[in-house]
């Protein structure tokens, strides 16, 4: 799981497997959140993995430290001000598990506030502290408030100015982006309307869905606008019709074939090198801008985003979840840019919380993240 050489060859240190870890401690069933320099290297922070510090009930103590298969012998209990923690020296390395830290660093604090980070394998997450809370820690037992020599995700070369923002229909994806995108003072980009004025044209032109040569001609000549909030094809508002019924349940089919998303990828890819963006869309974080400094996962349960899209458009209830429910089926079943969370995506769940306190939170993890 780490290398052999980690602990004997400082040069070598960066090959921490520390995500592989973290997955055999998510294959368990206990509750801890993960958090120290481990937590910034997670959230794409240049930083050397040291030590893994979790942050746990006392009562999973014992359990974790027979999960790290940690003998009597290699555990030591540390008071070092108001930090209490098990000093364990593991096969995989050294690991910390905390207690109580300071007065408002609670273990309870810190899960609610925790973000989400999925990795690895199918349904494998884990609760990852934010900054702040690396930082609460770091002071509680005198250290510096970050690891001197770490680089922010966003200052490091090559990365792309995004914040990539995917999940399903109704999530509250376009919302949140936009407020976020405003909030931020960034360009919102609205990858959806993307297929969607492809999909137009090729209705438009009522090309053959099975000629892929004929829809590749058509996905690269578009010329698709964004101006003061409208959508344009070529000088042609298009705003609302790409919103239409029928534009709306072509364009999952026509946004599969390979050709329309390669088009569409490069596009946005060319965008990214051209300023600050706020993206949504549904392979942002795994396709377009994999290094993005941040990248988020929108959801809410899928009653909550029919009752979302039944307000706005009149629809009953149950047929829109119905149409939600068979959108999400073609969006993630298809082979290309399957709708997922990136492995190192925050995973937020919107259902019942206000936009407000989303973009709250979003816009705390860009300034955690040195992106603004
Ligand atoms: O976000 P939206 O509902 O406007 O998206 C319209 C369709 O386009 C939806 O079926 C998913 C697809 N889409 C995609 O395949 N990739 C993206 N980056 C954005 C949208």
Redesign the pocket.
């Known amino acids: 799981m780490i290398d052999s050489s980690y602990s004997e060859n400082p040069c070598l240190r960066q090959t921490l497997k520390l995500q592989e870890l973290l997955a055999s401690l998510a294959a368990s069933d206990c509750e801890f959140v993960v958090i120290g320099s481990s937590a910034l290297a997670l959230q794409g922070w240049d930083v050397t993995p040291s030590d893994l510090d979790l942050f746990t009930y006392n009562s999973e103590v014992d359990r974790i430290r027979s999960l790290l298969d940690v003998g009597q012998d290699k555990a030591a209990w540390i008071e070092d001000g108001e930090a209490r923690r098990v000093e364990c020296e593991t096969r995989l390395g050294p690991v910390d598990i905390y207690l109580d830290v300071s007065g408002d660093l609670t273990f309870d604090r810190v899960e609610k506030e925790s973000v989400v980070i999925v990795f690895g394998r199918e349904g494998h997450s884990v609760k990852v502290g934010s900054l702040a809370h690396v930082r609460d820690m770091r002071a509680a037992v005198g250290r510096t408030p970050v690891p001197v020599d770490s680089i922010p995700p966003a200052h490091k070369n090559e990365t792309p100015h995004v914040i990539a923002i995917d999940g399903p229909?109704g999530a509250g994806?376009?919302t949140v982006t936009r407020a976020l995108a405003r909030h931020l003072g960034f360009t919102y980009l609205?990858?959806?309307?993307m297929?969607?004025s492809v999909t137009l044209a090729v209705l438009e032109q009522r090309a053959d869905p099975d000629d892929h040569g004929e829809i590749a001609r058509i996905a690269d000549g578009v010329e698709i606008g964004f101006r003061g909030g409208k959508v344009y094809l070529g000088d042609r508002d298009v705003t609302a019709a790409i919103r239409s019924p029928n534009v709306?349940e072509a364009?999952?089919h026509i946004?599969a074939f390979p050709e329309v998303r390669s088009a569409?990828v490069k596009r946005q890819r060319q965008l990214f090198t051209e300023g600050a963006y706020v993206a949504?869309?549904?392979?942002?974080g795994t396709v377009?801008a994999p290094d993005a400094p941040l990248k988020i996962y929108l959801t809410a349960s899928p009653e909550e985003r029919a009752r979302r899209r039944s307000l706005e458009t009149g629809e009953p209830v149950t047929e829109v979840l119905m149409a939600i429910e068979e959108?999400d089926e073609?969006?993630s079943g298809r082979k290309l840019?399957a709708l997922k969370a990136a492995e190192d995506a925050v995973v937020i769940d919107t259902t019942g919380r206000s936009i407000d306190e989303v973009v709250e939170e979003l816009a705390g993890l860009a300034r955690d993240r040195g992106i603004v």
């Open positions: 229909a994806k376009s609205d990858t959806g309307a297929y969607r709306t364009t999952p946004a569409m949504e869309g549904r392979d942002m377009v959108r073609l969006d840019s």
